[in-house]
């Protein structure tokens, strides 16, 4: 994928422009607007292409059904802009679609791809490093600047890293207005109602370790990653790293009740069975590969130092053997997806 090839794929439906209200710059004047396209980004907006990235379907739907003319809609957590242009191939009246993020490496990839749209409007959640805490949303979109407030707010496969939910749906509530909905979706809530034999997707990570580990520990052409393996302090501190990528599942009920107490009702939470292709979720944990398999060849931020290339490709080979181990004879598996629908 390359930044030209983002750019080709843009057909979207023609539709009369959006004004954003006045003082709210839909481009801001940051740096990392002028940065150039990362190619983890680009490598990330491929995943919109992916059989499992219909797990976006019933939130599309959601939208299309509750976002009327002239009204906003806030993409929390919104990436490299893949449901903004899911929106925007069906969507053939003016919106305004605001994407934030906390990644500039995906938000730059997102303002490549929609630059040019009036409709879209950006916002990156800075890390303020003092307050060790990511900006809130009324911090970038003051509750001021969408009177009586946004209509909608999406966040889509992300709200199981926000490690501070309850701050999180505080600041959703307070740029919300009175009556506004918020659709949330999720792959990683353990969800008591989802057929059993459905998979939560990251799952699959802890069982690749486990997969992984064993043929290092027996393969002679693995050895050079023994000694890491067999150092229980080194694999507890490689583990920390892939909890903070793979973040540790809750249950659907946690999430309830955050909405709850946050002022939220909760009028409807569903499940839905995603089939995820295999050779397809290869390439996502190919992307994050340091975050599956950091012990393989070490990491900047555990050893200091980054993996040779020849360690990165073992990595990528034990995942692929791994996930064939894992599910042999398959090309796919299903996963449960979960679904919130919450009024402020
Ligand atoms: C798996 S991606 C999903 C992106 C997009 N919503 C989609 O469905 O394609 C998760 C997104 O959550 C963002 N994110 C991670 N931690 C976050 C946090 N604590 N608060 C807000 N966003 C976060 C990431 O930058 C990333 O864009």
């Not at 919109?48 to 009327?68: D, F, M, R, S």
């Not at 002239?70 to 925007?88: A, C, E, N, P, Q």
């Not at 569903?270 to 060849?297: C, H, K, M, P």
Request: with cysteine; charged share 25%; proline share 5%.
């Amino acid at each position: 994928m390359s930044v030209t090839s983002v750019r080709d794929r843009l057909s979207l439906v023609h539709s009369p422009e959006f004004t954003w209200p006045g003082g709210f710059e839909r481009i801001p004047d940051d740096d990392w607007t002028r940065q150039p396209v990362d190619q983890f980004g680009l490598n990330y907006d491929t995943v919109g292409g992916h059989g499992w990235y219909k797990n976006l379907e019933p939130t599309i739907a959601q939208v299309l059904a509750a976002l009327e003319p002239g009204k906003v809609l806030i993409d929390y957590s919104s990436g490299t802009g893949i449901l903004t242009r899911r929106l925007l191939e069906k969507i053939n009246y003016s919106v305004g679609l605001l994407n934030v993020d906390a990644s500039t490496k995906f938000l730059r990839v997102a303002l490549e791809s929609f630059r040019d749209d009036e409709r879209v409007a950006f916002r990156l959640l800075r890390w303020l490093k003092q307050e060790k805490r990511l900006e809130r949303l009324d911090e970038v979109a003051s509750p001021a600047t969408f009177t009586p407030g946004a209509d909608i707010l999406t966040s889509t496969n992300a709200i199981h890293l926000y490690y501070n939910l309850d701050e999180t749906l505080a600041s959703w509530a307070s740029v919300l207005r009175p009556g506004g909905l918020a659709f949330i979706c999720s792959g990683n809530m353990q969800n008591q109602h989802s057929p059993a034999g459905n998979w939560i997707i990251d799952d699959t990570v802890a069982k690749v370790n486990e997969i992984a580990a064993d043929v290092v520990a027996r393969e002679p052409a693995f050895e050079e990653y023994r000694a890491t393996l067999e150092n229980s302090a080194l694999m507890a501190k490689h583990g920390k790293l892939r909890d903070k990528v793979f973040v540790p599942v809750r249950p659907l009920d946690f999430y309830v009740k955050a909405f709850e107490e946050a002022g939220f009702t909760v009028l409807h939470v569903f499940d839905q069975t995603i089939t995820a292709r295999i050779d397809e979720w290869y390439q996502l944990l190919s992307t994050y590969n340091e975050g599956v398999l950091s012990w393989v060849g070490g990491s900047e931020k555990v050893e200091g130092g980054p993996p040779s290339n020849a360690a990165v490709r073992d990595r990528l080979f034990l995942i692929r053997y791994s996930l064939d181990k894992l599910f042999p004879g398959r090309d796919s598996f299903p996963c449960a997806w979960s679904y919130l629908t919450c009024r402020r």
